[in-house]
């Protein structure tokens, strides 16, 4: 099945520690992005990567960094200069104009 | 830059009725397309529905049917036949023609959602 996953499904960390978020995808995308999901917010776009070795900012970067080896991996790291890392994360890939989402990662910082 | 609202926080329907959530954008771009998606109590995010901002006929897909108005920059779902797996957050999505284009910057700009409650 082609698809994509996000490991683990919830995720804890203590203050202070820094985190990775996993994403692959096997459907062949060049590209994927992360999202960040708060409750009564819509999507918000962190980072993008159009191709391999390469990834741009999105709408809310700080705090957040990435990386893209592999087309089918594109892990997001949450560091502890990210302010209110506790939210649902949301990978998701694309073909053309239509997005495809992971089922997402939610983390908690306490 | 552009901007989706979504103007209703909450709405609930009986079983087997319709139910019609609103969407409007903001933009100066003449060529885009438009998006709903759903994520229901799962979280998954599903695509629903896509419009293309060139073709004036309303996308229809299943129960799900958009009421596209170009000139007033508004883009309604409609749900016939409403279920119980209806029951989801339902976001209304933009995306300039030019961004899935590669080199470009492929950005999908999300409402802050609908959440329809389908009651039995």
């Known amino acids: 099945d082609g698809g994509i996953t996000q490991s683990p499904k919830y995720l804890f960390r203590k203050e202070g520690q820094n985190v990775t978020l996993s994403c692959e995808q096997n459907?062949?995308?060049?590209?994927m992005y992360w999202y960040r999901q708060d409750p009564g917010q819509g999507l918000r776009l962190i980072y993008y990567s159009q191709i391999v070795n390469d990834f741009q900012k999105g709408d809310i970067a700080e705090g957040y960094s990435v990386s893209r080896e592999k087309k089918e991996s594109f892990p997001l790291t949450v560091t502890s200069a990210q302010k209110n890392p506790t939210a649902f994360y949301l990978c998701?890939?694309?073909?053309?104009?239509?997005?495809?989402f992971g089922p997402g990662t939610r983390l908690t910082v306490t | 830059a552009q901007t989706v609202t979504q103007s209703q926080p909450e709405m609930s329907v009986q079983e087997a009725e319709t139910v019609t959530l609103s969407c409007t954008y903001d933009t100066s771009e003449n060529n885009y397309y438009l998006f709903w998606y759903k994520q229901p109590p799962s979280r998954q995010m599903i695509l629903v529905i896509r419009q293309e901002a060139y073709k004036q006929q309303n996308a229809t897909e299943n129960r799900f049917s958009v009421n596209f108005q170009k000139a007033a920059k508004s883009f309604s779902l409609k749900i016939s036949d409403s279920q119980l797996g209806d029951t989801a957050m339902y976001f209304c999505?933009?995306?300039?023609?030019?961004?899935?284009?590669?080199?470009?910057?492929?950005?999908?700009?999300f409402g802050k959602g609908t959440l329809l409650t389908v009651n039995p």
């Open positions: 459907l062949n995308h060049d590209a």
């Open positions: 998701a890939s694309s073909y053309r104009y239509e997005q495809y």
């Open positions: 999505a933009f995306m300039k023609h030019r961004d899935w284009y590669v080199g470009s910057n492929y950005k999908l700009t």
